[in-house]
């Protein structure tokens, strides 16, 4: 394809997608200009911030009711005023509520809740299952392109900016750039691949090669190595806690990207993998559940695992229809739901986790006669360790709460310093005979004269205690020069560079967490440096 054709078929799509989306693409520029304003003044008014968050809220409503707008015919006055009563309420409500945590992430949740309704939308619109991987893909293709045009602007700034003149600030210019090359061209390059009434689409032949080929090798590798890991806790009757959580979501994350990126082939070998890939993510989305019980058994409830528990929700639905194969648009629509209640109204999950913290709490003060019938806690020093360990555990994390997500009550529950409030402060699990120590070199370049070859290393012994570790990096025993650099230790005067000495040459340190105990014994360790060879 010829440069000039390429152009040409850039500018048609540009000018159709400006055409379909002209208060999306108005908003787009407004968005780019407010950030542009940020990133050169710098020191800004914080309404200033909340109007942008504002208008890329508006950008997204401006999108979605442009979208029904093609459907239903209603008045462009319609979509005028729904974009614009968005931004103003959400400046209004996010100035009013300065900083509010419940405030923001009702933003947040806002914002993914409209994402969603656009995607179910743009279902309806184009009656496609393959609606997903070819907006994918799309996104995949206006990325690679805006990419490549910001990193060849930045090269001729760059350029000017070294053989030519020097640009003050020059980073603010690529920022700036940036901005409006990913925000203006980028956006709405994309926003032109969305299809119309009744348009048929399939994915690219490229993206369809790296999906069923690439992508697919892949989530079936962490398949087998996570059912490896299912059978071992299995035999060995060791529930995994949270090591698993994340595997286990990148594979869930796999399996809907694959899911919605083939959905709409017509091969029945796809839509067997399909059912076949939702009947074995079965035992990973229950071993993971086992998991999150676990950690809220021992711990409790916070936002981060509810956020889990949520998406654990969404993965299920997508297995489910997997399995079934109805229409995957209603998933979207399900996804927008879970995304209100997750952070708008009484069951968001900052106030859910807080709730169910509170419930540690008194239920342990209960059990252990410090509630009285007037709600007051009298302290009481002879809790049992591990009822002081779930309290402790709870009041630290109603503690580390922004104040206006907590109610009376639960401000209450922390009212006053562990010691004085329960009559305990120090978690049963805590050695106060162990000592930390903490370097940092000082040194941004490393001196190699004498030296005829380095390597990057680094260690970490893990969390689990020993009564003496011995420290191995690569083939040299470090123990003992440890050891004695964290007793010598000098926590006001700390040295500004750490050498060890190796066989063949000395190991540089550029950072060193140790602890030991009160017998000498180093019981954990964390290190990075590199080695250098004479």
Known sequence: MKIKELISRFADSYRESVRRFSLTFAASVALALLICYMIIVEDYDDIVGYFTMAVALGMLVSLYVSLLRER?????????????????????????????TFMIMAYFGVCACVVCLIVFEVYRTAGSE???????????YTGLLTTVVEVGVCICIAAFDNLIYGIDDVWKVYEVLSVLIYTVIGVNHFLASIPQQGEEVSMPNAYSLIINKAS???????????????FKSIITLNLPKGRINIFASIALLMFCGYYLSVRGEQQDAHKSYLRIGGWLMLPIVLIQAVAIYIRVSEL????????????????????????????????????????????????????????????????????NGMLTADNVIIPNSNVPAEQQKRLLSAYDYLDDQARETLSDRQQYLISAPPGTLYGFDVDPGYRPDVTAVYFSTKLEIYPVTGFVAFRPVSYFSGYYERSDLTVMIEEYDLTEQ???????????????TLRFEVEGGVLEVSRLNVEYDSDQHINYVSLDGYLLYR
Do not use: H
């Not at 015919?73 to 300065?98: E, K, Q």
């Open 216 to 230: 697919l090798v892949i989530y079936l590798l962490l398949l087998v190595i996570l059912y490896i890991y299912l």
């Open 130 to 140: 393959s609606t997903f991987g070819y907006l994918l893909s799309q996104a995949f």
């Open 482 to 496: 440890i050891r004695q650099f964290a007793l010598s230790f000098d926590e006001e005067n700390p040295p500004e």
């Open 300 to 367: 409790g409830l916070t936002a981060w695992r509810c956020l889990s528990l949520a998406c654990n929700l969404v993965a299920i639905l997508f297995i489910i229809d997997a399995i079934l194969m109805k229409k995957v648009k209603w998933l979207f629509a399900a996804m927008a739901v879970i995304c209100l209640l997750v952070s708008v109204g009484p069951l968001n999950c900052v106030s859910v986790a807080n709730r169910w913290q509170q419930g540690i709490i008194e239920k342990v003060l209960k059990d």
């Open 72 to 100: 239903y015919g209603f008045s462009p006055l319609i979509s005028l005023a729904a974009s614009v009563i968005s931004i103003l309420v959400c400046t209004v409500l996010l100035d009013r509520y300065d900083d509010n």
